[in-house]
């Protein structure tokens, strides 16, 4: 499934390398298209200072009003 440029996305699961934890909200800002057999790849803003993450498809979702309101804020 092709998200959309600037959509709101959350990680579905830790990336530790970044200290990244499941749940994590970021903004796509690129699309790489994959091969046969791989998933495509995103681009993703806001989740660490100065810098993208880049990520696998089944890495991320698209968040959804109906995620936002089941969210706790502390």
């Known amino acids: 499934m092709l998200l959309p ?10 990336i530790p390398e970044y200290n990244l934890k499941k749940g994590s909200v970021g903004i796509i800002v690129e699309h790489y298209q994959m091969g046969d ?5 995103y681009s993703i803003e806001g ?3 100065q810098d993208t993450v880049e990520v696998s498809e089944s890495q991320i979702s698209l968040v959804t009003k109906k995620s936002k309101e089941n969210k706790v804020f502390v």
Do not use: M, S
């Open 37 to 41: 057999n791989q998933e495509d790849g």
């Open 5 to 14: 440029l600037f959509a709101e996305v959350e990680l579905t699961k830790d």
């Open 47 to 49: 989740l660490i200072d």
